[in-house]
């Protein structure tokens, strides 16, 4: 039979094993949201390309004073609402293929996403 303190050892080691694991899933899942971030600066998007895997969610943020509307070219995904500065816009990259995309308030601010096969 197992002592009482033995047991809480054991406790508190799966404890820690489950917190460290939920830990780096956070952060594996924060790291692939940067990787798939367009940052809206200086009236452009950058990057202007970007290459994700069926599923992946892509997110768009101003980093202008002015306002911006994320718009699909081949209406692929729903509009941005106006984005302020720091505000920010996802969308879910759904069948493989390229999508256009465009700046309805400045439409000499395009950019594409490159939707892979996961």
Known sequence: MLKL???KRIAWTLSVLILLCF???TLA???NEE????EIKGFHFTPQTLTVKSGAKVTWINRDDDAHVV???DKKFEK???LDTDQKFTIT?????TYNYFCSVHPKMT???IVEKP
């Open 111 to 113: 950019g594409k996403i």
């Open 93 to 97: 990259a759904g069948a493989p293929g």
């Open 80 to 82: 941005s609402p106006p």
């Open 71 to 73: 718009t699909s070219s």
């Open 23 to 25: 830990v780096q899933v």
């Open 29 to 31: 899942e924060e790291k």
């Open 35 to 38: 990787k798939n971030q367009i």
């Open 5 to 7: 303190t033995t047991i």
